[in-house]
């Protein structure tokens, strides 16, 4: 990691909203394709980069995170869980969600259930957090987002 917050390699970064739903607040950010380091344009063009609209910054103030844009062959996956007083997490469903929008980081609808390809590797880390959350106290529904990245044929 650089002391700016990237990695090399990385391709663009994700500023999200707190209070945003469905994604329709993301704000993609590019890493790369800078104009040559040290000059005047590439001064320019991080200015521009850093620089969203001042609505967007106004709701910045009530909470947001920046991610790492993760480039490839990715699906997005979430599972739902639930604890009741004095029980474990339990697990619901198991969900893709869709994604649009230009740049495919809007919500617009569900597969039931996940893939079977990555839904067995993302329950078991879902059931760590439910147990976890419960051990804290914590009763209610919940979801859970993962990113799931093909690598090395797996």
């Known amino acids: ?9 990385s391709e663009a970064a994700v500023v999200k909203l707190d209070d945003a739903v469905y994604g329709d607040s993301n704000l993609v950010m590019a890493l790369r394709d800078l104009p040559p380091s ?9 200015d ?6 001042s609505s967007y910054v106004a709701q910045l103030g009530d ?8 480039a490839g062959e990715i699906r997005s996956t979430s599972v739902q869980m639930r604890i009741l007083p004095g029980s474990e997490a339990r697990c619901g469903l198991d969900a893709r969600p869709m994604l649009g929008g230009e740049l495919g980081q809007t919500f617009v609808a569900c597969r039931f259930p996940a893939e079977r390809e990555y839904a067995a590797a993302i ?9 976890s959350l419960a051990a804290d106290g914590v009763v209610g529904r919940f979801g859970i987002d993962f990113v799931v990245a093909r690598r090395d044929g797996g």
């Open 123 to 131: 329950v078991p880390e879902a059931r760590k957090v439910g147990a």
């Open 38 to 46: 040290g000059t005047r344009e590439e001064e320019a063009a991080i």
């Open 1 to 9: 990691m650089r002391c700016d917050g990237t990695r090399s390699g």
């Open 63 to 70: 909470g947001g995170i920046v991610e790492e844009l993760i």
């Open 48 to 53: 521009v980069r850093r620089s969203p609209p």
